[in-house]
Structure formats: structure tokens, C-alpha cells
């Protein structure tokens, strides 16, 4: 008891309110449930071309544990959720072994549709959220009088969008640096070394920049209009979980 108090009182002194841990936890088990759907895209498209790697080594699973990133899945999703910061992480990245793969397709190719893979899992988690709030929507079930479930779904609905958007960016190490790769004719190889080389620089580079949510800012007023096309209160709901 005398322990619990002690950390609420931290928590007080650090300027924490009660609402910024709720949103703090929401941030955290959203993006392990987006991430491991994520993980496991990718372990099953390798597994299903003939890489053994992804089994061997545990992630053929949705258990969430399997795919989290100490960094990347908790402690960035817990600095966010208490400082109101942009949302940002990733899961612990699947081994996969090309030499692996089945002949019918080229390397470069079984590549790119892992990759593909993990960003398509997260469109297909955004539009079942979509499908799940209509349908509540649809029978009688108020985003008003259930608030914090809607603002819950909101969330989840939103951070698909934007993992799906932000790992299609046609960069090394994201998955759109591999999809690119396989796009490019073999006289362009140059600019796929570049991007390996420097891809991390120029990711960062987003990151630390507006440009970014330049890029942003059609894709979210996208999926906002999509929220409101559904029920005005679910856009109303997400806004009220950010404290907006």
C-alpha cells in the first residue's frame, strides 16, 4: 500500500495525471498487438516460401512476447503516452534467411513480398477495426456512451494506418527499402546501395523534419474522414483518449 502511494506520489510530482497513465498503457498494448500481427506477417510470408528461419527461432506465433522490442515496443510507446510526443516504434525484427526460398520466385522478390507482407497486416488490422466500429455502430451501440472503447478502437485504427504508411516508405531498413529494391531495374543498382548506405540518415532525417508529417497529413485526414463517414462520436471518442 505504503509502495503504491510512493509511486502515485512520483508519478504527481513528475506532473503525470491519472489520464496521461491510461493513454500511456493504451499506447503500449496497442502497438504490441499491432507489431506482433506485424512480426508474424513477415515470419509466415518467409515460412510459407520454404525459409525454416522464422520457425526455428519462435515467431511463426501472434504471442505478443515473441515480437516485442524492449526499446522500440515499451519505452518509446511509454515516453509518448506520457508526454503527448508522436507515437512511434517498431517489434523485434524476424530473421530470414533469401537462400531459403522457393526457386519459382527470384530472391529479390521473396524479399519484397515478406516485406510487403508485415505493412499489408497492418491495413488488413485498420480496415477490421473499421469493419468492427461499424458494425457496432450499426447495432445501436453509441461511440458517445461508450467512449473509451471507441477512442480504444480509434487509436488501433490510426496507428495501423500509419505503421502500414511509415514501413512503405522506399528506404533501407524499412520495409519499403525492400520492396523498392525488387522494383528497380538491375541499372539502377546503384541507387539501391545508396539508399542501403545511407537509408538510415535519410530516415532520420524524416523523422527530425517536418517533411514527415507533410506526408502524413493526406494519409490521416484519410483515415479521419473515414471515421467520421462511420459515426461522427468515433472521431469525437479517439480525440477525447488523446486529450485533444
Excluded at 75 to 101: E, I
Excluded at 166 to 172: D, G, I, K
Aim: proline share 6%; aromatic share 10%.
Amino acid at each position: 500500500m505504503d509502495r503504491a502511494f510512493s509511486q502515485i506520489a512520483v508519478l504527481g510530482l513528475l506532473g503525470v495525471q491519472a489520464a496521461d497513465v491510461r493513454r500511456m498503457l493504451v499506447y503500449v498494448v496497442c502497438l504490441v498487438l499491432a507489431t506482433a500481427v506485424h512480426e508474424f506477417a513477415h515470419a509466415y510470408a518467409a515460412d510459407r516460401l520454404g525459409d525454416p528461419t522464422p520457425g526455428r527461432e519462435g515467431r511463426l506465433t501472434l504471442n505478443p512476447l515473441a515480437h516485442a522490442d524492449p526499446i522500440g515496443t515499451i519505452a518509446l510507446p511509454l515516453f509518448a503516452g506520457l508526454t503527448r510526443a508522436p507515437l512511434f516504434g517498431w517489434g523485434r525484427p524476424v530473421n530470414t534467411q533469401p537462400r531459403y526460398y522457393s526457386r519459382k520466385i527470384s530472391m529479390r522478390g521473396g524479399m519484397a513480398l515478406v516485406a510487403f507482407a508485415g505493412p499489408l497486416s497492418n491495413v488488413l488490422q485498420a480496415l477490421l477495426v473499421a469493419l468492427l466500429a461499424w458494425g457496432m455502430v450499426a447495432g445501436g451501440i453509441s461511440p458517445e456512451a461508450h467512449a473509451s472503447v471507441f477512442g480504444v478502437l480509434g487509436l488501433f485504427f490510426i496507428m495501423n494506418i500509419t505503421l502500414a504508411v511509415l514501413n512503405l516508405l522506399p528506404v533501407h531498413p524499412l520495409d519499403g527499402g525492400k520492396v523498392l529494391a525488387w522494383l528497380l531495374p538491375s541499372r539502377a543498382q546503384a541507387v539501391d546501395d545508396f539508399l542501403a548506405k545511407w537509408g538510415w540518415a535519410i530516415l532520420l532525417a524524416l523523422l527530425l523534419s517536418p517533411a514527415l508529417g507533410i506526408l502524413f497529413e493526406p494519409v490521416l485526414l484519410l483515415a479521419y474522414k473515414t471515421m467520421a463517414l462511420i459515426d461522427g462520436r468515433w472521431l469525437t471518442a479517439y480525440a477525447g483518449l488523446l486529450g485533444r
